[in-house]
């Protein structure tokens, strides 16, 4: 019997993420709505060595705070549903404004790779990607793919096979903010870490506080509530 592991996919819309997802899953997927949602859901499978990864296209989205349905959803998979791994989408030729998303998924998350994708586009225009740089100081794999010529994908699966048998460690670089926020994030970081335990990062939480996310305190409550009634019910909600 194979091991099951749940993969997300995130990144900016028209970053050859879903052409990622289509490319690695093939007929072996299926689409829906989020319960509760208008938002578009899909999911696909892939064998690989002993393991059976189930891949989750998230909304495509420019950041995971509380701005749209399509942010709330991937937000809220990425942090209350816990998949293994979390997959982010790059665009090789916009590479700043792409990392984006990927810092915020960091704060969230710990088990990352970063997919830089298009990079035959990249090639031609020049641009060349040092990876093994990327990877030092982001603390996450990253991994240089061409998604629509499917160039990388053996080294991606393992990548992942790695991490969820424990092989790779992921430590995500911590963003430093300037120093009256990391002063308010000290004074409430203890407190946040009292209530949601290990469950949810207590310092993406308080960050989360100090901008005032209303609609993502409310996700929290909900979530900490079924979590002592029964957390199963609410992961089957989420998916």
């Given at each position: ?62 950041s995971l705070f509380s701005n749209s349905k ?84 053996p080294m991606l699966l393992d990548t992942i ?40 990062s207590s310092r993406w939480v308080s960050l ?32």
């Open positions: 019997m194979r091991n099951e592991y749940r993969i997300a996919l995130a990144g900016n819309p028209n970053t050859g993420k879903s052409t990622l997802f289509n490319a690695l899953t093939g007929l072996k997927q299926h689409t829906g709505n989020w319960a509760g949602k208008t938002v578009a859901l899909a999911k696909g499978s892939i064998a690989y060595k002993d393991d059976q990864f189930q891949l989750i296209d998230l909304p495509g989205t420019y399509d942010e709330e959803v991937a937000r809220n998979y990425i942090v209350f549903d816990k998949p293994d791994v979390t997959l982010v989408v790059l665009d090789a030729t916009s590479l700043e404004r792409n990392l984006n998303l990927a810092l915020q998924v960091l704060e969230m998350t710990k088990n990352v790779v970063i997919c830089i994708n298009l990079i035959d586009v990249a090639k031609e225009q020049g641009i060349h990607i040092n990876e093994q740089l990327l990877t030092n100081r982001l603390g996450v794999p990253v991994i240089k793919i061409s998604a629509r010529n499917k160039k990388g994908f096979h790695r991490i969820v048998t424990g092989e790779i460690d992921c430590h995500p670089v911590q963003m430093k903010y300037p120093q009256e926020i990391e002063e308010k994030i000290e004074q409430i970081e203890p407190k946040v870490r009292e209530i949601v335990g290990d469950h949810v989360r506080l100090l901008d005032g996310d209303k609609a993502l305190i409310d996700e929290i409550k909900k979530y900490l509530s079924l979590k002592r009634e029964d957390v199963n019910e609410y992961r089957t909600a989420l998916q």
